[in-house]
């Protein structure tokens, strides 16, 4: 499965690692891609995403979260 969501407030690499990291501790092996330029955070994963979960994750995180 995948998602993409709309993120904003990231604004470095630190930023990156922060969401990155918040997405890994719900699903370890999730493929996460972010794409600042255009506040997109694409997760990849072989089980089935929980979307309200990440998002909560990344919001925890300080940053703006559009699902």
Do not use: W
């Amino acid at each position: 499965m995948q998602h993409t969501f709309e993120v904003h407030g990231m604004t470095c690499g630190h930023c990156e690692k922060a969401v990155t990291q918040a997405i890994h501790h719900l699903d370890a092996q999730a493929t996460v891609q972010i794409d600042r330029a255009h506040n997109q955070v694409s997760v990849s994963s072989e089980q089935t995403i929980d979307v309200p979960a990440i998002a909560a994750a990344i919001r925890e995180e300080g940053y703006e979260v559009k699902a």
